[in-house]
């Protein structure tokens, strides 16, 4: 048994439940400290979720779903436990996880991730050269090291090369700071929700460190 196959021996994958909760502030903040795995055609990337930012669907102008439903957007709207993947400024593919039941288009993006396992894939990934604190740092870094692409959307985050694992990481009350989401002006005072979430101390998350 390889270290990979050691370590996921003791992961539990997160249940159907944990995502189609109501509350997807909670959900956000609960997913810091979870392990993402992927194991596209049998490559496995693991790294533990540090920074998130939770989107409240068509009430929440920050949202892509705040003008209803689009043919891109359509995933955002099925039960939650799917991944969103969409391509930001025609380079940066950016994952999120569908939460809450189906017509409720709430979602949460994971912003960054601190390697685990497969650094050498996520590193040949990303053209890197040696890992450093930028492997994972933002959701565009996050989305190449762990080679996610559009054509992803909807992949159920109970199968086999897509899902998240509780390994018995805690995250302390105190460990985790609150505050705005980034790159998010144009949605009025809905920028200011305090809907961004991530570990203090960690050197994976992006922007601007500043929390409550």
Not at 3 to 17: C, F, N, Q, Y
């Amino acid at each position: 048994m390889d270290d990979l196959e050691h370590s996921m021996a003791s992961w539990r994958k997160l249940p159907p439940a944990f995502y189609l909760r109501p509350d997807v502030v909670l959900v956000a903040r609960e997913l810091l400290g979870k392990v993402l795995v992927t194991g596209w055609q049998g490559r496995f990337t693991a790294g533990r979720i540090v920074e998130t930012e939770a989107y409240a669907g068509e009430l929440d102008r920050a949202s892509h779903a705040y003008r209803g439903r689009t043919p891109r957007t359509t995933v955002m709207f099925e039960n939650g436990g799917t991944a969103y993947v969409y391509l930001c400024y025609g380079l940066h593919q950016m994952f999120n996880i569908v939460t809450n039941r189906e017509s409720i288009p709430h979602a949460v993006l994971i912003r960054a991730l601190e390697p685990l396992t497969g650094i050498d894939i996520m590193l040949e990934r990303t053209g890197k050269k040696k890992l450093d604190h930028t492997l994972t740092r933002g959701p565009g870094n996050v989305g190449k090291a762990m080679g996610f692409h559009t054509s992803q959307c909807g992949v159920s985050l109970q199968s086999e090369d897509l899902f998240i694992a509780d390994d018995g990481y805690r995250v302390a009350d105190d460990a985790v700071a609150v505050g705005p989401r980034i790159g998010v002006d144009y949605a009025g005072e809905d920028a200011l929700l305090p809907y961004r979430f991530f570990l203090k101390g960690s050197p994976y998350v992006s922007g601007k460190k500043q929390y409550t």
